[in-house]
Structure formats: C-alpha cells, structure tokens
C-alpha cells in the first residue's frame, strides 16, 4: 500500500511540477529494516530523512543513496535518549548531510523549554562554523 500511494504522489508531482523535489520521511528507525530494502520511496525520493542521529541508521542510509539524493538527520528533538545527539553534526556534515530538528513550543508562549538550551547553542555553533 505505501509504495502504490507513493507512486502516486510522485507521478502528481513530478506531472505537475517536473523539477520539485520530493521526500519522504518513512521511519527508518533501524538500519536496513526488511520493509524498506528496495522499497520505491527510498529509492525514488529526492531524499533519505532519518529522525535520529544513531551511526547504524545513518550509515545505512549513506550507504544506499543514490547519486542525485541527499540524506537528512535530526540533531534535535527526540527526546528518547541516544535518538539525537547534536553534537554528532560534524561527523554528519563532513558526510554531506543535511540537518534538520524540532522544538516543541508550549501554549500560550512560543517560548521552548529549557531543555533544548544546550542543543540550540551547539546548533548555532554549528551553522556559525558552516558560514
């Protein structure tokens, strides 16, 4: 069913607007998981997106892209311990990857928790360094 609906997407897409980039964030939560071996949206998507920075996933999905596709992880934002370690970056970017995070706003403000303090500033570091 998720390589029908994919396909789909892609070829609405790709009718529509030929140049648009399209990517897909499956949960590529292991390395090499059974369901995602040879599955179309890893291997058609302009992207390969983990949602950790863990060296098993990560290694995995450099090792499968294609030429013309970028592989993206997430430095912060899950909270589970090990999943995002931000100050994996360099390793990462020294790869070629991309970065992308979340933070999580709490109501009323858009002011975030304290805990994404020491993450925000290796972030800005990060992007400091990269200029």
Same mark, same amino acid.
């Given at each position: 069913m ?32 059974? /369901?995602?071996?040879?599955?179309p949206? &890893?291997a058609?998507?302009? +992207?390969?997106?983990a949602?950790? *920075?863990?060296? #098993?996933?990560?290694d ?7 030429p013309?596709? /970028? ?5 912060? &934002?899950?909270?589970?311990? +090990?999943?995002?370690?931000?100050? *994996?970056?360099? #390793?990462?970017?020294?790869?070629g ?14 002011k ?7 993450e ?12």
């Amino acid at each position: 069913m998720l390589s029908r609906q994919f396909l789909r997407i892609r070829d609405a897409v790709k009718e529509n607007s030929p140049n648009t980039k399209i990517t897909f964030s499956p949960p590529y939560f292991y390395a090499a998981e059974p /369901r995602w071996l040879d599955h179309p949206m &890893g291997a058609e998507s302009d +992207g390969l997106i983990a949602e950790c *920075t863990r060296s #098993e996933v990560m290694d995995w999905l450099l090792s499968i892209r294609k030429p013309h596709q /970028r592989v993206m992880t997430t430095i912060v &934002g899950r909270i589970e311990e +090990g999943e995002c370690e931000a100050s *994996t970056w360099r #390793e990462w970017y020294d790869k070629g990857c991309d970065f992308f995070g979340y933070a999580h706003g709490r109501p009323p403000h858009i002011k975030l928790p304290a805990m994404y303090d020491q993450e925000f500033e290796i972030v800005r570091q990060a992007f400091n360094e990269m200029s």
